[in-house]
């Protein structure tokens, strides 16, 4: 990443642009080559260039997402904003991505995917070789540390996979042409075109990430870098592929801003008795924050593996174990980490892996996850101490 963003705009994002359907498909091509996505002027308008040429003429949606992104952010040229859409190209690979997540597998299948030996003892390595600004980052936001290094265990494998996707050919390609999530792809792109150049390191054309245009170790999307991002190396850029201060404090932050709760439990297996009923929906996870007692399920017959507080918000979530049906108590901390992805199963995986990596870390965990039920070397940090 050579050269630097020039400020596109500065305001926050405050976009909500509807996604629409039915437009063909732009034909799939050879990306530019990174010179030539270099030489593309800045979105910005200049006083010191002049205007660039006409740009060929956008595909209907395009056009309607460039007038109302200019109409919400005036300070933004229309003709430069539609040249940097007609760089991007249309990945089919990335609509065939979108329909096979992992998430749509059962729990059997899917902890082994993030919770195996190789991530285990891959982020004990980073953890241990990081220690001390991992733990100074957990302390600053009231955030476990092994929670910090699960996530971007799970992301990235501790930054070893953070995609080989233009950001902008990801949310071109999910934004005008994957109508069942559309607008959510359109508001990020928004959100990619309106970020400050203190946001990013480098033009945009030229940011790689994850076939939904998620980007970095902690493979934030463009507007939760806008919210949540933190230039801890105090360079005045979050950088979030070579700045390990950067990512570990934008990771942190979006947690704590979310609400995490310092030293309650994640969650913790549950024990149903064998005069146990169904549980009412009013008590089953539904992607909502928990509302109901500890002690409620107990006194329907559900109990904790472990001492957890009976006062303590919990849902039940359940799972197709290896052995058959699970169950799970899920706590306050969970829902937090369902908004930094909203399938339960990446929750879980996140909150086991943690445990994991601390139960191997045993002398310099400090704080584990703080879950109920506790339980290869890494890549260099990136290229900034």
């Not at 201060?245 to 030293?263: K, M, R």
Request: proline content about 12%; some cysteine; glycine content about 6%.
């Amino acid at each position: 990443m050579s050269s630097r963003l020039r400020l596109i705009l500065p305001t926050a994002l405050l976009l909500a642009l509807a996604g629409c359907a039915g437009v063909p498909p732009r034909p799939a091509s050879a990306p530019p080559s990174s010179a030539a996505a270099s030489a593309t002027p800045s979105v910005a308008p200049s006083t010191s260039a002049a205007a660039p040429a006409a740009a060929p003429a956008a595909a209907p949606d395009e056009a309607a997402f460039v007038r109302a992104l200019v109409a919400a952010h005036p300070g933004l040229d229309a003709q430069r904003v539609t040249a940097l859409l007609q760089q991007a190209t249309v990945q089919p690979s990335i609509l065939a991505a979108m329909a096979r997540p992992a998430e749509a597998r059962p729990w059997r299948d899917y902890r082994p995917i993030f919770v195996n030996a190789q991530r285990i003892e891959a982020g004990v390595a980073f953890y241990r070789e990081h220690r001390e600004r991992i733990d100074a980052t957990a302390t600053r936001y009231g955030v476990p540390p092994t929670i910090l290094v699960a996530l971007l265990g799970v992301e990235t494998r501790y930054g070893r996979i953070t995609g080989r996707y233009r950001v902008l050919d990801a949310l071109v390609t999910l934004g005008f042409h994957y109508p069942p999530r559309a607008a959510f792809f359109q508001k990020e792109l928004a959100a990619l075109l309106t970020l400050p150049a203190d946001r990013l390191p480098a033009p945009v054309q030229e940011l790689r990430g994850s076939y939904a245009g998620a980007m970095g170790w902690c493979q934030f999307m463009p507007s939760s870098l806008a919210r949540y991002g933190v230039d801890a190396d105090g360079d005045g850029r979050v950088d979030l592929w070579d700045s390990l201060p950067d990512i570990l404090a934008s990771t942190a932050n979006y947690l704590a801003a979310h609400g995490w709760q310092a030293g309650q439990p994640v969650s913790a297996p549950a024990w149903p008795a064998a005069s146990a009923a169904p549980p009412p929906a009013a008590m089953v996870w539904a992607g909502k924050p928990p509302v109901q007692p500890l002690q409620a399920f107990e006194a329907l017959g559900y109990a904790p593996a472990t001492r957890v507080d009976p006062a303590l918000p919990a849902a039940l979530l359940s799972l197709q174990g290896a052995d058959g049906p699970e169950w799970r108590f899920v706590f306050p901390d969970f829902y937090v980490l369902t908004r930094y992805n909203t399938s339960p199963l990446y929750a879980l995986a996140v909150s086991e892996l943690a445990d994991a990596i601390a139960a191997q870390s045993a002398d310099v965990a400090g704080d584990t996850n703080e879950a109920a039920d506790p339980g290869a070397p890494a890549p260099a940090p990136g290229r900034k101490p």
